[in-house]
T-cell receptor, first 112, second 111 residues
Framework: GNSVTQMEGPVTLSEEAFLTINCTYTATGYPSLFWYVQYPGEGLQLLLKATKADDKGSNKGFEATYRKETTSFHLEKGSVQVSDSAVYFCALIGAAGNKLTFGGGTRVLVKP | GAGVSQSPRYKVAKRGQDVALRCDPISGHVSLFWYQQALGQGPEFLTYFQNEAQLDKSGLPSDRFFAERPEGSVSTLKIQRTQQEDSAVYLC?????????FGQGTRLTVV
């Protein structure tokens, strides 16, 4: 079946630091890949997505590239802000499906 | 409505009690999903509706869990004879064109 593995947190950074959250997946065919973010006290929000190999999703300064050869979709941001403190979830929808399979989430804390 | 609305936001149930969790999806969204999120973990799929039809219920953990969407809009997730391991946040999402929009969830605590 499908699965997503992402680095465990918490990840603690200083403001303006570089952020990387690793995500790898197992799926048959070509899944669609997503990053969701959950800010404190709020629901899950779609951050970015990529639907085919080599696509790059980007939003709010975050980027992730769909790497079929390494089955990865690592999330990066060049300069984090305190407001980026949240839990980040990597997820996929399988090629023939419509339900999301999530990783375990990575808590990020950005200190001023 | 503007977003997916879930109620109640918090529910405390005594072990053995039945509970009903409600989801109001975004108007016009055909697809509706329920997920269960245990503390410190990612959400896990429970069940999926397309309009009023329940097309996938493979994630429901036991026959104590039941979901319905009789008119293709509002959905209810019912848990009978709750047990402590049912304590979790229950998330509802509605979807259009492949993008899922999540509600804030219902946090269920079974004591």
């Amino acid at each position: 079946g499908n699965s997503v593995t992402q680095m465990e947190g918490p990840v603690t950074l200083s403001e303006e630091a570089f952020l990387t959250i690793n995500c790898t997946y197992t799926a048959t065919g070509y899944p669609s890949l997503f990053w969701y973010v959950q800010y404190p006290g709020e629901g899950l929000q779609l951050l970015l997505k990529a639907t085919k190999a080599d696509d790059k999703g980007s939003n709010k300064g975050f980027e992730a590239t769909y790497r079929k050869e390494t089955t990865s979709f690592h999330l990066e941001k060049g300069s984090v802000q305190v407001s980026d403190s949240a839990v980040y979830f990597c997820a996929l929808i399988g090629a023939a499906g419509n339900k999301l399979t999530f990783g375990g989430g990575t808590r990020v804390l950005v200190k001023p | 409505g503007a977003g997916v609305s879930q109620s109640p936001r918090y529910k405390v149930a005594k072990r053995g009690q039945d509970v009903a969790l409600r989801c109001d999806p975004i108007s016009g969204h055909v697809s509706l999903f329920w997920y269960q999120q245990a503390l410190g973990q990612g959400p896990e799929f429970l069940t999926y509706f397309q309009n009023e039809a329940q097309l996938d219920k493979s994630g429901l953990p036991s026959d104590r869990f039941f979901a319905e969407r009789p008119e293709g809009s509002v959905s209810t997730l019912k848990i009978q004879r709750t047990q402590q391991e049912d304590s979790a946040v229950y998330l509802c999402a509605s979807s259009l064109a492949g993008e899922a929009f999540f509600g804030q969830g219902t946090r269920l605590t079974v004591v």
